[in-house]
């Protein structure tokens, strides 16, 4: 099994091409070059340049060799406004946060990622500003994250939940912290979700952000690309895509193995940490340097 990867995102391509080690699939991690594709068995497009440049280069080869939304679908779901106008005309209104006049909203940008800028106000009513959009607010100690794949032919090659810990309080939904647990989607969530990406013709990756409320899903939005706790689940993730691809190379794999809980980001403790490697870092890069040129070390003997 070949496998091609770009090279924009070498930490989480290095990540998959490690843990397919064991499966035996090679993987290069280079540009979309012409040879390259003709030599992958399969391309899998990391981030939403990845599947638009595809999709305009290599239109012939999707559902043959990568998975993908088409360009206008993967925009749609960039798009928060209109990712709702389009499922609510198609019936999925029980199913979305609509917001009410004189309740509590969220107001956030219509295009963007982690809820950045989200802010929480009574909401008026009316369209307002257009590059703005209005969703209710939902008091909800978990939040949800629903991975899936859909292959070439339109059904679910491979689903999985993740649940994290939503702070009291906080209008930035998508902001998470900690560890999330890693369990099968609930049937109910899987056939809603489904019947939403057949709606929309989807293909490839996408993850549902959403709530539960009143045992009833709300989707906050449709990303229409891997989702970010997906990526840190390399091994299930790069398997799966392989084996939805091409069945006929990787027939003989074994189960995936999902681990019990994945961490989205490690918080004030994670960022301290990585500030410590970081400067730790920059002490050894002054002291290599120092060692090379012959200069002293600030403090150090002149």
């Known amino acids: 099994m070949k496998l091609l990867l770009a090279a924009t995102k070498r930490s989480r391509a290095g990540a998959i091409c490690r ?8 993987v290069r991690v280079a540009g979309f ?3 390259l594709v003709d ?12 599947i638009c440049y595809l999709q305009a280069v290599y239109p012939q080869l999707a559902g043959r060799k990568f998975l993908a939304p088409a360009a206008a679908t993967f925009g749609l779901c960039e798009d928060k406004q209109a990712f709702s106008e389009r499922l609510l005309v198609a019936g999925f209104g029980d199913w979305l946060p609509l917001p ?8 956030k940008p219509r295009v963007g990622t982690g809820g950045a800028r989200a802010t929480g106000a009574i909401y008026a009513g009316g369209a307002g500003d257009p590059a703005w959009t209005w969703q209710r607010w939902i008091s909800a100690e978990v939040e949800h994250a629903a991975h899936l794949l859909v292959g070439p032919d ?9 649940s994290y810990p939503h702070r009291p309080g906080t209008m930035r939904r998508g902001l998470r912290d900690g560890a999330g647990q890693v369990t099968p989607l609930p049937g109910e969530h899987l056939a809603l979700f489904t019947a939403m990406l057949t709606e929309l013709g ?5 993850c549902f952000d959403y709530f ?4 009833r899903p709300q989707v906050l939005e449709l990303n229409g690309r891997i989702g970010g706790s997906l990526m840190r689940m390399p091994g299930p993730l790069g398997q799966a895509y392989c084996q939805a691809v091409r069945p006929d190379l990787t027939a003989h794999w ?9 961490r989205q980001s490690d918080g004030a403790r994670g960022l301290a940490e990585r500030l410590q490697r970081a400067v730790a870092g920059l002490a050894r890069g002054q002291a290599a340097g120092a060692l090379a040129t012959g200069r002293a070390l600030p403090g150090g003997p002149g």
């Open 202 to 206: 989807f293909r490839g990756f996408c």
């Open 154 to 162: 339109g059904s679910v090659a491979m689903s999985r939940m993740v």
């Open 212 to 215: 539960v409320e009143d045992g």
């Open 33 to 35: 070059g012409s040879d």
């Open 100 to 107: 009410r006049p004189g309740a509590t909203a969220v107001r």
């Open 39 to 50: 030599w992958a068995d399969a391309i899998l497009p990391l981030d939403g340049r990845d």
């Open 254 to 262: 074994p189960a995936i193995v999902w681990p019990d809980s994945v």
């Open 19 to 26: 843990a397919l080690a064991p499966l035996g699939v090679d």
